[in-house]
């Protein structure tokens, strides 16, 4: 775990995942940084330490589960490798169910009862990642967990742990403890 964490962090530097500037984020708020997971989920050696890392975490903590799940669109590569590591069956969720062909929210074979690991690349609010396990839930499915590759530490996990364990890989304030020893490097 200390060795891949470490080395997923360092990545979040290397591979340039960390923006500063003004964002508006997808809950509305403003922001003066942004974590662009995608540099990591598109990375073949980060999305593995990743998946490695939350299948560690879910053992860890006694998690079972019989499927995988990711929000569209951040999770999905994630969702994917995880499905990959565990042999769990993957099935990811749609902001909105799609407007032809099957109407589906979600992809996949879910069955009542199913329990599953939700997954998700940054929480902000938590608002994305549960209302993602709403339509799981309508569905039947059981939402064991939810995990998360960074915490932005700006409420989710408040809102989260009233229903769910709550699994971040990697706070917010972790990152930024690293920022003044990445940028002494040069
Ligand atoms: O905790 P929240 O306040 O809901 O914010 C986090 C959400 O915002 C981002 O998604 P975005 O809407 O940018 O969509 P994308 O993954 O499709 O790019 C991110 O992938 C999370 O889903
Ligand atoms: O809240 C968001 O929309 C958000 C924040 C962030 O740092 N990264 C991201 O992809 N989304």
Redo the contacts with the bound molecule.
Sequence with gaps: MGDAKERLMEMFFSEGAILFGRFV???G?ESDYYIN??RLSTNPEALRLIAELMAEEAERAGISFDRVAG?????VPIATALALKTGKPLLVVR?KPKGHGTGSQIEGEVNPGDRVLLV???????????RAAEVLENAGAEVVAISVVVD?E?G?EDKIVEKYRFIPLVRVSELFARRDSWEARG
């Design positions: 984020l997808t809950s708020r997971v995608k929000p569209e669109l951040g999770a902001k998700e690349d940054v929480t902000t609010t938590g608002g994305s990642v549960l932005r700006e989710a």
